[in-house]
């Protein structure tokens, strides 16, 4: 054997023994993964979460909770509340130093009040280790000064573009389309063959969340990397005409769509396009109504079109859990959620939620949920690739306000409807969001 070919023989040994490694070093890292807690005697917690959008969901936790309860002896109360309502009641909790042990809330609400929750750290970087490691967004909504963990990520309902393949096809499409120029042509030709589609443009805490995707699909953005406010730009004005186009093929009625409707306008086969989690799907296909049935049959799912920004531009329903300071048993609570999120209990209950939520931990997306039903996959990575609310800036008080205060959405409502103009609805989001930013 010459030199060289001795060398190219020993570095392609080399490189497969280095392979061979890695996985052994993976589980190494997950075994090496330590939790050492030990709740407090006689300890009680109670926990508001928001009210579940697929029965799976409740089910499957409910379940979690009560072997929790069989397992430690420590008594666990579930109080349910609609996202819209859990937001107000945590800002309450934080404030009065008194309420719910455990609150699981959406986007960055810890933001609000990072100082009245405990430091999750040690809970977090324990669960990372084991899993795979986080997904990075979670980083910016619940590590926000890149140390200290604020909060327990969950995970995020994905949101997806959700369409009756027939009436697509009956409008002349065999696919989605993968860009806005498509997917305005497209809803003009569902419009005219009297099957139009509709999205929320009311306060809706999820469902409102395509409007980031319009803005940040043409290059606007609330705030640049330094949180300077940024919203009233050419670009910005650019998605707003777009949406103006867009909103003229909607079913009439979404200016006051919250979360539910577009989920009941759709599986009453009043709209044949909309943005939702995975839940209008898991509704008809659980369903013991043969109609539904049949509608889930017809049901597809795809990503976002992408707009001239060419990129994807991804905003998904967020999920924390938040352990509030206040509580009389911070090691108990701590327990709970890290009982919750192991694995025995986490896939479990993603699996009977149907894929509603997608999952924050990589080694999650292995579960069998996202593959067993192809309708399901585009769901799966909605953590991995979504951009935070408060992009392109670091989340904050600011981030979390403005949010909370529907700017973005109400601005697209505005200039959509023609209630505005573009430049005067960008104007008074400017205006809106430097309030919360302090300029």
Known sequence: MSDLNRRKFLKKTSAVAGAAAVAPMLWSAAAQAQWSNQPEKGAKLRVLRWSQFVQGDIDAYMVNVKKFIDKTGIEVRVDREGWEDVRP????AANTGAGPDIILSTNDDANLYPEKLLDVTDLCEYLGKKYGGWYP?????????????????????????VYRESMLKAAGFDSFPKDTDGFLKMMKALKEKGTPGGMALGNATGDGLWCNWLIWAFGGKLVDIN?????????????LEYGKELYANFIPGTLSWLDPNNNKAFLDGQI????????????????PDPKLKEIALDIQHATY???????????QLYFNQMIMKYTRYPKAAKEFLRFMMEQEQYDPWQTSAGGYVAPPLEAYAKGAIWTSDPKNTPYRDAVKNMRPAGYAGK??????????DFIVVNMVAEAASGAKTPKEAAERAQKRAERYYKV
Do not use: H, Q
């Open 272 to 287: 044949s396009v909309t943005n939702n989690g995975i839940s209008i799907y898991y509704a008809a296909k659980n369903s």
């Open 395 to 404: 989340l904050g008080y600011a981030s979390a306000g403005a949010a909370a």
């Open 137 to 161: 967004v979670c980083n910016a909504f619940l590590r926000p000064d890149g140390k200290k963990w604020i909060g327990v990520p969950l995970g995020a309902a994905g949101s997806m573009m």
């Open 89 to 92: 009641k945590a800002a309450v």
């Open 227 to 239: 949180n300077k406010v940024v919203i009233d730009s050419p670009e910005t004005i650019k998605a």
């Open 305 to 315: 079109p992408i707009g001239p920004v060419g990129v994807p531009t991804e905003s």
